[in-house]
């Protein structure tokens, strides 16, 4: 096998058999956590190990007995979208002593345990590789006390740890995000945008306090989000005067005619010299200085609680998965690491570097480096930081630079929750830059028809949480009209377009591209910024909009299900959106623990559809009661959806019954995810920069002429990074009849989706994480977590 190919193997080759894994959560619990379990529990046990459960984190390894038991397959179902920790956590006083880790030693031995996934914060994982670095010395100290048999140090010789990490506030270094800050992220926007509009109604300004003691994260987040007046975080304490500086914005912002201030604190906000600001002393700051009706709102355990996100549940999938491939694939000198996602990738990191990158910010933050402490929080953090700056606080107007460039935002094709935090972002960079920004309604409908009008900075106050397009947004192409286009880019001498929306959009910009030959109104820069609910674009691996899809159908896959408990056995086959793209009906499955997803990509027959009613039938033998079927709106024309709920009703006779739900418009309506706000907004501005790059670049003789391919490009995330790439270049990647890019990074999960579903198939581990070093694990130029 030549070198290249060595980790292009199937996992069949990586057999668990005679292996015992033992999965324990630690530490503060965290929304996914039994996502993460059930997946660690369903592969273990598909490669052939035994799986058992440590109940109550580190106590019940120390007290063993009933606390260590064996995991089935059915122990984990039904789990998937319950938040918490169903096998419990407890913070645990007797692991930190020396007799307390013997304890739990003896308690491994005796099941013959000797891989631990451990799922928790950096003082779970610390202590979970202090155990490793013990355990011989551990074993040898059982054998003197006559515990065990001097044969068991043998077979027993090292014990495996693989890491993830568990908790709401992020604040675990070298991993984009750890389980459970998107569904905390989730609560606060949900609690925020209640209190939006009863703020609204009585002209108040209200402090929220979010959690996060030590890290910043997700009052920056949040605030990012929804568009707060000010954010105050550990990490970068505000400047000394800054009460006279707050105030002055909160009545700035009044001044324009909003209703409303929002300022969120981290509860670990601290000043210049380490002396806490806690929300009261905020809110009587604001009522002494400015006498606005001021309420404070301490979210507290609201955040911990409730049901896991879609994203945070594949998330805890895909990484308990990959923290069995590493249990498997490691060996006596394989230090003990964490596996996470980078972007879209599996990464390992060995644990240690992790927790001393963790720590060294805090050190930095005690010494009060906080510069030095936001760049050790990692490039998304530090890129979450001056995209707030730049958008929340607007400079006066004899601070901006005058680029005397008009630049036009327009949204085109359906609508896609988000578009709004995306036009606000580009509008707000755009002034910030020094540009006129112009804003076209109904897209390239609106653009002809001369439906545009010059925005500012306030029109678009409170658009980030606001769902479909405010902009209006229609799937009209520019070619029958690039005449008329052409004259309004004229009248309004438009120097660069901005356009924001699906595959219609793509395909705009390819017929401008062509229609540059004839008209020079053309030869400006454009870009791209993909927004669409099925995710079909090619070029980006996420697009705007689909995360909302995505939380749409879980939640409504959640609640049929839930319909059914209690009731007889019964199979749900649902039918989502996506054209021929089966993102969201296979990731949807994925996050709903879904038994099929009927897709175009992967073609399928009677056959396959007998072999699932099959499989059906044998699960409804057991104690597992519901079944979920999903399938993509155009996945097969003869295979239809009634055609699919008649066959399971008549082939499952006697064994269940049959509803069917086709979810339709809901899945493009609702309020924006927070990931979808973070996404349109920070996608957005680099887009926006890129245009001012671009302008400078091409202007000459006073004007702009910019007639090169790279200056028509689709700003997309790949992988690790966010990508401009020409649009012209992306022609080769699309099937133009289907509206689908050629190759699909999300087709890598169907297997996943099957193994948990307990069908046998193969599941390629070429992609699975490499064991990388915390410091060199992100590209230059990448953002892997731009979204969030």
């Known amino acids: 096998m030549a070198q290249s190919d060595t980790k292009k193997i199937f996992f069949e080759n990586l057999s668990g058999a ?27 046990l598909y490669v052939g190990a035994k799986v058992y459960f440590i109940r109550e984190g580190y106590q019940g390894m120390v007290d063993g007995g009933e606390n260590i038991t064996e ?25 930190r002593t020396h007799e307390g880790r013997l304890k739990a030693a003896l308690n491994l031995v005796k099941l013959g345990i000797t891989n631990l996934c451990v799922i928790g914060g950096d003082g779970s994982l610390t202590g979970a590789n202090l155990f490793r670095e013990e355990w011989s010395g551990l074993l040898t100290e059982l054998v003197e006390q006559g515990s065990i048999e001097q044969q068991s140090v043998q077979t027993y010789s090292a014990l495996h740890i693989v890491g993830m990490v568990g908790s709401i506030d992020n604040d675990f270094c070298g991993t984009d995000m750890t389980i459970g800050t998107d569904s905390a992220l989730h609560r606060i926007i949900e609690v925020v945008d209640a209190i939006m509009t009863t703020a609204q109604s009585h002209q108040r300004t209200f402090v929220l306090e979010v959690m996060g003691r030590h890290c910043g994260y997700l009052a920056l987040v949040s605030a990012l989000a929804c568009g707060a007046d000010w954010v105050l975080i550990p990490e970068m304490p505000p400047e000394d005067g800054w009460e006279e500086k707050m105030c002055q914005k909160l009545s700035a912002t009044r001044s324009r005619g909003t209703r409303l201030n929002i300022i969120i604190v981290a509860e670990g906000a601290i000043d210049r010299h380490g002396k806490p600001i806690t929300s009261s002393i905020v809110k009587d700051l604001v009522v002494k200085c400015l006498g606005f009706d001021t309420r404070v709102t301490i979210l507290g355990h609201v955040q911990r609680g409730g049901t896991p996100s879609a994203f945070d549940r594949i998330l805890a999938s895909r990484m308990g998965v990959e923290a069995v491939l590493a249990l498997l694939e490691t060996t006596a000198n394989t230090p003990a690491c964490v596996v996470s996602l980078c972007g ?33 929080r990692g490039r998304s953090f530090e890129n979450n930081l001056k995209t707030y700056k730049l958008l929340a606080h607007r400079k006066p107007e004899s601070e901006l630079p005058t680029s005397n460039f008009n630049v036009a935002v327009l949204n085109v094709g359906a609508p896609a929750a988000g578009m709004n935090a995306a036009v606000r972002s580009a509008v707000r960079v755009g002034i910030s830059e020094g540009h006129k920004m112009f804003a076209v309604s109904d897209g390239f409908e609106g ?18 949480g606001q769902g479909g397009s405010l902009l209006g947004t229609k799937r009209t192409l520019p070619a029958k009209h690039v005449e008329k286009i052409a004259e309004q880019m004229r009248a309004h001498n ?41 995710n079909n674009i090619p070029g980006s691996d996420l697009s705007i909009g689909a995360d909302t899809a995505l939380n749409a159908i879980t939640t409504t896959c959640d ?17 989502t959106m996506g054209g021929y793209c089966g993102y969201l009906a296979t990731v949807a499955g994925l996050a709903a623990g879904a038994d099929a997803a009927y897709i175009y990509e992967e073609p399928f027959d009677i056959r396959d559809l007998q072999a699932n009613v099959e499989h059906l039938t044998e699960k409804m033998k057991t104690s597992i009661q519901r079944g979920l079927v999903l399938r993509n709106e155009n996945s097969n024309e003869n295979y239809t959806t009634d055609f699919i709920y008649q066959l399971y009703s008549e082939e499952g006779k006697g064994v269940f019954d049959c509803r069917k739900n086709v979810l339709g418009h809901m899945q493009q309506g609702g309020a924006p995810s927070p990931f979808d706000r973070n996404f349109g907004t920070k996608i957005s501005a680099k887009a926006m920069q890129w245009v001012t790059k671009k302008l400078v670049e ?15 490009c689709l700003l997309g995330m790949r992988r690790r990074a966010l990508i401009f790439q020409p649009v012209v270049q992306l022609k080769g990647e699309t099937d133009f009849v289907h509206r689908i890019p050629k190759e699909q990074w999300w087709l890598k999960l169907r297997p996943l989706m099957k193994i948990l579903a307990k069908y046998k198939t193969s599941y390629d581990v070429s992609d699975s994480g490499q064991l990388e070093h915390v410091v060199h694990n992100r590209p230059k130029d990448s953002d892997a977590s731009v979204a969030m």
């Open 71 to 95: 995991a089935t397959w059915e122990s984990v179902s039904s789990m998937l979208q319950v938040g918490g920790t169903v096998i419990g956590s407890a913070r645990c006083k007797d692991f």
């Open 494 to 534: 438009i120097n660069a377009l901005l356009v924001i929306g699906g595959f219609e959009a793509f395909l705009s910009l390819l017929e401008l591209l062509t229609a540059r030959g004839k008209y020079d109104e053309f030869c400006v820069p454009m870009i791209m910024v993909p927004a669409t609910v099925s």
């Open 344 to 376: 879209n990738q599996s990464v390992r990191l060995p644990l240690m570097e992790c927790v001393e990158m963790t720590q060294k910010v805090q050190k930095a933050m005690d010494e009060k480096k906080f510069e030095e402490a936001v760049k050790l």
């Open 447 to 464: 653009f002809y028809k001369g439906q545009i009008k010059e925005i500012k900075w306030a029109d678009v106050g409170g658009w980030t």
């Open 559 to 575: 609640r049929i299900k839930q319909s059914a408990s209690g009731t007889k056995r019964r199979v749900f086959i649902i039918e």
């Open 18 to 44: 005679g292996k015992a894994i033992a999965v324990l959560t630690s530490g503060g619990d965290a929304q996914g956590m039994n996502a993460a379990v059930r997946a660690v529990v369903r592969m273990g």
């Open 698 to 712: 091409t202007f000459r003789q006073g004007r702009v002429f910019a007639n090169t391919e790279d200056s028509c």
